[in-house]
């Protein structure tokens, strides 16, 4: 018993330490607007977050993508159409009513459910299936709903780091999680995994495998749900992808009334930036005061103050 609680101890200080985020920069403006967002959302949307954690960081280098996490919109209560439903969670998880809320599966927390406006600062996409119908919405926010309170497995993510890697030193199928075959619900789950069942439990198709029948006929064959990450609801055609940049650019030549700069400035990164566009020499290797290289004149930030007649 002793070792056990030692093993509990160790890991809930490994998920604290994975869980520590960045804070955001806040001279930075958003490259979002999370208030179109919330105007436009639909029940049954996956939300993709670009995280700032350090699993996020893990993730962002495995999976080669910014979306680091995913959650299933499930809308305002009274949206459901399912009363029912709503009742349960008024009662079990004290929800208001007319409160947008997601369902998520979070490390050291698992399947959870919270208000929209958690992720208010963060850097979001909306990934909505197409032609999914009302019922089938309500199937697969029923599916997230009855996951509600699954653990996080942790070891799925491991394994789904060891097989995503160009290389690695034990099998990538040995000993897996992945491909483990169980019959009913599985008591553990991730993030893009718990909305990958959801959407395939109404065979809504997400990145499916496609095979021919002897008599030419297509048949699709869903994907395992263990081995999807959020980039796989990008990458979909079966989801569009709806963005909502801070600056909208419907209206016709708008780009031409952006906040540009005063000074053309050309930025290899927020703290690296040059007054005329660097060469990709320049973008990799550090300034040499003897060279005719454009030298860096500072941040963003700094800029942003200079232009408006301050001291960076």
């Known amino acids: 018993m002793e070792v056990v609680g030692i093993r509990k101890r160790l890991l809930g200080v490994l998920i604290r330490w994975l869980n520590q985020e960045s804070n955001p920069d806040y001279s930075l403006a958003p490259l979002s607007s999370f208030e179109r967002l919330c105007y436009e959302i639909r029940p049954g949307d996956v939300i993709l977050i670009?995280?700032?954690?350090?699993?996020?960081?893990?993730?962002?280098?495995?999976?080669?993508?910014?979306?680091?996490?995913?959650?299933?919109?499930?809308?305002?209560?009274?949206?459901?159409?399912?009363?029912?439903?709503?009742?349960?969670?008024?009662?079990?998880?004290?929800?208001?009513?007319?409160?947008?809320?997601?369902?998520?599966?979070?490390?050291?927390?698992?399947?959870?459910?919270?208000?929209?406006?958690?992720?208010?600062?963060?850097?979001?996409?909306?990934?909505?299936?197409?032609?999914?119908?009302?019922?089938?919405?309500?199937?697969?926010?029923?599916?997230?709903?009855?996951?509600?309170?699954?653990?996080?497995?942790?070891?799925?993510?491991?394994d789904l780091a060891r097989f995503m890697l160009p290389y690695g030193f034990i099998p990538r199928r040995w000993h897996s999680s992945l491909f483990s075959h169980h019959a009913g619900l599985q008591t553990r789950t991730v993030c893009s995994s718990m909305i990958g069942e959801a959407f395939q439990a109404v065979r809504f198709p997400i990145l499916p495998f496609a095979g021919k029948t002897p008599d030419n006929k297509i048949h699709l064959y869903q994907r395992n749900p263990r081995l999807m990450t959020p980039r796989d609801f990008d990458f979909s055609p079966y989801f569009d992808i709806i963005k909502y940049p801070f600056f909208n650019l419907d209206d016709l030549s708008l780009y031409r009334h952006l906040p540009w700069a005063s000074t053309d400035l050309y930025c290899n990164n927020p703290d690296d930036c040059y007054s005329t566009l660097p060469t990709i020499d320049d973008a990799t290797d550090s300034a040499d005061p003897s060279t005719d290289k454009p030298q860096p004149t500072g941040t963003i930030a700094a800029t942003s103050a200079n232009s408006q007649g301050e001291n960076p």
Do not use: F
């Open 50 to 158: 670009n995280g700032r954690s350090r699993v996020s960081d893990v993730i962002k280098l495995i999976t080669q993508s910014p979306w680091t996490h995913s959650a299933l919109y499930i809308g305002r209560l009274y949206e459901l159409g399912d009363r029912p439903l709503q009742n349960r969670l008024v009662s079990e998880y004290r929800l208001e009513m007319d409160k947008p809320y997601i369902i998520e599966a979070l490390l050291g927390e698992g399947t959870v459910i919270y208000p929209l406006e958690k992720y208010s600062q963060e850097h979001l996409r909306i990934c909505r299936p197409k032609g999914l119908s009302p019922e089938d919405t309500r199937k697969v926010i029923r599916y997230a709903v009855d996951r509600l309170g699954t653990d996080y497995d942790i070891r799925q993510l491991l």
